[in-house]
């Protein structure tokens, strides 16, 4: 019965992904204006719009350390291809895209030089980031940060310290090196090497990736009003360590699909899976598991800046296998899909739709293959001190923005990475409504009903797309509050 309502609950979410896509594509937006150094072409179509122009030289401009071949790579046309005049804005501009969500530049120029009626060079400048980052570490062992500010009351024995190194571009290829070492309310000591571009069609890549944790602290099941019973002790509590290694196919511009084999070791404070906290924990009657998981995702981006889009699309599935069997224990088979539409309205509005799904079979799961809403971009705003289990779960949101202004900084000193510091503002609204099922037996609050919630705030986007959310949400329960996120594109 619960297969039939898991695979009645996807189905549906599904649909809504689809509907989503379907009538959001409905809406016709004119492309932007783009600045107007294009007279030579608009000439040309004038005369005859069905003119081709061929791409007699590429010139890459700015690229120190990045290779040539990684940057030729995203471009939509390559050197000998004939390119209309009716939509070389169009192509220009995507490239442009194409090359900024990389992920390795702070600012892309494509511009045609045009040297005939029926040719063009193209110049591809860029300005290379900072990739070397060996930094100190400060960062908070809650959920996020209004959980710390208010459930915590800004409590500094619940923070992490400790130094970071990273190179995003470790041998000009956009492969990434990532050293953690740090201790304080938890010791995590981690490394990963990613590679997106291993073969020499630049269409397949690796990663690999591993570490050991130590928890001073374990929630261990989600009590009534959901709150979280969480267990401490006077030394560490919990230890974990893992191994993880993917592959990458990508063989287009915007879609690509990533295998993963994963191995964690969890060995816990006994006293947790004791009657008085939680034996359903790992659904033993141990207090340590080791853990087999195996993943294939897909995802598709098209979008103008992969870290604060306002125009395009991304969405994708995750299929996840967790245990070689399929009841008992750690046991599960987890579906969850995403999509997310960016329209430009004019007149610098935009809007955002999002919808994610999730279901995880058998219904009865351990306690840790239960976590649903309240993480990452999976919760509602103006809940975000609810973490709500579940088997599964939706959540749609909806934003409607206006840019309101945007400047730049000149940085006084001389640096070639930073020659000045971008800033633009924008005041939004929006509305989210979400649902996470779970079996009768562990529902505690918010589960097994309709939730929503709303609010405006103002976003500020700035150096190497570094964005700040200020928000002011309220929801059903009649809860309202100041709630602060971040995410920085590097």
Request: contains cysteine; positive net charge.
């Amino acid at each position: 019965m619960q297969h039939k309502t898991a695979f009645k609950f996807f189905i549906s979410s599904c649909i809504a992904i689809l509907f989503f896509h379907v009538s959001l594509a409905q809406i016709v937006i004119e492309p932007p204006t783009v600045p107007g150094f294009y007279d030579d072409i608009s000439k040309i179509k004038k005369a005859d719009s069905s003119i081709k122009l061929k791409v007699t030289a590429i010139h890459l401009i700015g690229n120190k350390k990045t290779k040539n071949y990684i940057i030729l790579r995203e471009l939509p046309f390559k050197d000998g291809d004939s390119l209309n005049i009716s939509n070389l804005l169009d192509t220009l501009k995507q490239a442009r895209y194409q090359v900024y969500n990389i992920n390795l530049f702070s600012e892309v120029e494509v511009t045609p030089v045009i040297k005939s009626a029926h040719e063009l060079e193209i110049n591809v400048k860029v300005l290379e980031k900072w990739f070397v980052y060996p930094t100190p570490q400060f960062q908070l062992a809650d959920r996020n940060f209004n959980v710390w500010w208010n459930t915590y009351h800004r409590d500094f024995n619940r923070v992490i310290y400790g130094v970071k190194f990273v190179h995003y571009n470790f041998s000009g290829r956009g492969d990434q090196l990532r050293i953690y070492l740090l201790n304080g309310y938890s010791r995590h000591f981690l490394f990963s090497y990613a590679a997106p571009y291993s073969n020499a069609k630049l269409t397949q890549g690796f990663s690999v990736s591993g570490g050991y944790t130590q928890n001073r602290e374990i929630t261990v099941k989600q009590a009534e009003q959901d709150s979280l019973v969480q267990f401490t002790n006077t030394g560490f509590v919990g230890e974990n360590w893992f191994l993880n290694l993917t592959y990458q196919s990508r063989k287009g511009f915007f879609s690509r699909s990533t295998y993963g084999l994963r191995f964690t070791y969890i060995n816990l404070n006994d006293s947790i899976i004791y009657p008085k906290y939680n034996p359903h924990y790992f659904n033993s009657d141990k207090s340590s598991a080791g853990i087999i998981d195996l993943s294939y995702s897909y995802r598709y981006a098209n979008v103008d800046n992969i870290n604060y889009p306002l125009k395009g699309k991304i969405y994708g599935l995750t299929i996840l296998k967790r245990g070689l069997k399929w009841r008992g224990g750690v046991n599960m088979l987890s579906l969850s899909g995403f999509s997310s539409r960016y329209i430009p309205h004019g007149q610098h509005w935009y809007s955002m739709a999002q919808f994610y799904t999730k279901v995880i079979l058998p219904f009865y799961q351990p306690y840790i293959n239960q976590r649903s809403l309240g993480f990452s971009d999976f919760y509602l705003r103006g809940l975000e001190y609810y973490q709500i289990d579940g088997v599964a779960a939706a959540v749609a949101k909806y934003t409607l923005k206006k840019k309101l202004l945007s400047f730049h900084i000149n940085v006084p000193f001389h640096i070639k990475a930073v020659p000045r510091i971008p800033f633009a503002f924008y005041a939004k609204t929006y509305a989210d409504a979400g649902y996470a099922y779970i079996q009768k037996e562990f529902n505690v609050g918010l589960n097994n009903r309709l939730l929503y919630s709303g609010g405006f705030g103002i976003d500020l986007l700035s150096l190497y797309d570094l964005s700040l959310n200020l928000e002011y949400s309220f929801n059903q329960l009649g809860e309202k509050g100041i709630f602060l996120h971040g995410k920085v594109g590097f």
